[in-house]
């Protein structure tokens, strides 16, 4: 019984090493080289000349039911500051409820203002996003192709800065250049800036650090421009996942591509109106992230001579495997103290421990990079953002498991409800319970219950940690019954 908890334990317990090591080298670069990576993004931006180049562009906006927020995302696009001659708007449309009349009102006005923009209706979902991309790419002769989700809203200088003042294509191997998101509505309460504070950790760390260390630079599927030969050199738009943007961004890399981060250049965008649909946006990257770890790690481990370092692109595909170790763990806890041999099971606690450790830090320096200070209210924001991420763990290991095992899907959108009441935006808009609600719930019991066995055992010490995993997978399952975030 020992021997089977220990190796049980060691296999959950293990795997946290490599994710912790390549988190702590990822901080480590960033503060050791904090200067020359701000000097890197104050440098893109530079005077423009008179004469400046306007390539040609399309601006694709993939829908699918987006009464809420269609209207304004077209606005925002056909508002561009870019020369009307020189861009065009498709709205990839999916919708099979009343966004379509809504898009077909807007586009018909734009229209007529002398805008280039056309409403393009599928009447299936085949390829979901990525097949919607790709038809629309099949419509379009520009050069260039940005895109933005429904919940972004960019500035009308998006186009101008990136394609002509910045150049920031000037680079014949950049084939894409993605800007940083910025919330429109962070400040709606405590848990909504934990959801932010969440993403920040990916735009104000990970991707200006790994663009300077040269690795691959990921899209994050919205609110970016990619250059068409390079989608077309890789044979463009893949649905085999549900993140199409993070399979194309490393096949694009395998040839020879790479991608750019424009830290400078920031959009707005809507945060999850409510728990149940940030979970639905986690589940899709989280099998997305299985799905292109198990499609890509092959090619990534023998791109030897292409990619820089092939331990932190398996380590960045994998990045999600945290969950499910961090679920064996909180499982295996009470068996590993009432079972296991003492030493061995510190020395396995201390490996999670270190994985859960950096991540803190890892939060706590994006406050300060962000913020350039630690208030009380970031204390806050901070403490509720590590529980929300531990308390997703069910939600998140669901999803790995599904990406390891199925290939593609069907691409879940996010339902947004731009700040009204879910019951107001309409049936399709309001997220339902997801199974995983119930297993979480189970959970919260197990660790309930456990911690009664180890402090009757008198292993009270050893119980705590159990109250805390309660408490954060309680708090992610309690807010599933709270209409909206803040």
Known sequence: MAVLISLLYMAAALPAAPLAF???????????????????????????????????????????????????????????????????????????????????????????????????RREHRTGYKAGALAEGLELSQSEFVAIFDADFVPRPDFLRKLLAEERAFADPSVAFVQARWSWSDPDQGILASALALLLDRHFFIQKPTREFAGQVMTFNGSAGIWRRRAVEDVGGWSADTVTEDLDLSYRIAFKGWRGHYAHQVSVPSELPDHMRAFKIQQHRWAKGSAQCFRILTGRVMASKGVLADRLDEVMLLAGYAIHPVLLANVLLWPLGVLFMNRPLFLVLTLLTGLASLVSVVSFVITVWERDGRLSGGALAELATGICVGIGLMVNNSAAQLQGYIESGGEFVRTPKARGSAVGRAGPAYASPLHWTFFVELLVVVYCLGATVVLVGAGEALWAIPLVFWAICIGLVAQLQMVPRVA
Request: glycine letters at 4%; hydrophobic letters at 40%; aromatic letters at 6%.
């Open 22 to 120: 390549v988190e702590l080298r990822m901080l480590w670069r960033f503060l050791r080289n904090r200067g020359a990576i701000h000097a890197a993004v104050a440098g893109a931006t530079t005077p423009s000349p008179s004469d400046l180049p306007y390539p040609t562009v399309t601006v694709q906006i993939p829908l699918y039911n987006e009464r809420t927020t269609a209207e304004r995302v077209i606005r925002a696009a056909a508002a561009q500051d870019y020369p009307r001659d020189r861009f065009d708007i498709q709205v990839l449309d999916d919708s099979t409820d009343d966004t379509k009349e809504i898009v077909a009102r807007v586009v018909d006005e734009l229209r007529r203002s002398g805008i280039d923009i056309a409403h393009v």
